[in-house]
Structure formats: C-alpha cells, structure tokens
C-alpha cells in the first residue's frame, strides 16, 4: 500500500483546509486510516483515524469537533477537514496506515505499516 497525502498549505488562523490521503493497492475493512501530525521540535502526535470497513471515526480529546475524518471507498481516500485552525495546527500531516491495529493502539505511530510523505500545514496568526 502507497499513501499519498496532499492538500497542505498556508493559510490564516480561523480557516478550514482539508487534506487527502490516496491509498494506492490493495486495501481491506481490516485496514484503519490513522492521521498523525508533527510539528518542528515535537514528537509526531496522533490526530485521528478511520476504519476503513465500517467508516468508524475516533480523534484526540483536544481535536473533537474541530476536525472530522472521513473517507471516500471508491476513490480509496481518506480526508482530514480541519476548521477553525490556530497557529498551533502548524505542523507536517501524515496519513498512516495498518491493518488488525486494536483501538489502544490507533495513536502509536509503530502500529501503522505504511506512511505517506506529509503535507505541511502552516497557519498564520
């Protein structure tokens, strides 16, 4: 499986964006779509994720109802609509993804086998 995330960019505090995430190969429902984010000087910090069969969506604490995840099967891709973003949403977004991950272990990167390349999102104040 190839993970190709886009849709970063710079935008203004208060703004939406939405990223991409195109899996190329073969995918299953026991697959789980994870998004993780890393900023300069930071560990890479768990976002959300999505199975892929059954469309369940789960997010950190802090990123409920700001951020959604969503996929679309047919296109084989996962989207990450962020609203209402702060300057401390800066930070380079990946798309991960593993399969059989039990939900305990959705927010550990070591539990994805495939990562896409990033997609840098900057947010000015």
């Known amino acids: 499986v190839q993970l190709q995330a886009s849709g970063g960019g710079l935008v203004q505090a208060g703004d939406s964006l939405r990223l991409s995430c195109v899996a190329s190969?073969?995918?299953?429902?026991?697959?789980?779509m994870g998004w993780f984010r890393q900023a300069p000087g930071q560990e890479r910090e768990f976002v959300g994720g999505?199975?892929?069969?059954?469309?369940?969506?789960y997010y950190v604490d802090s990123l409920k109802g700001r951020f959604t995840i969503s996929r679309d099967i047919t296109k084989n891709t996962v989207y990450l609509q962020m609203n209402r973003l702060t300057p401390e949403d800066t930070a380079l977004y990946y798309c991960a993804a593993g399969r059989r991950i039990i939900q305990s272990q959705v927010g550990v990167p070591s539990s994805y086998d495939y990562w896409g390349q990033g997609t840098l999102v900057t947010v000015s104040s």
């Open positions: 999505i199975r892929w069969g059954g469309g369940n969506t």
């Open positions: 190969g073969r995918t299953s429902n026991d697959y789980r």
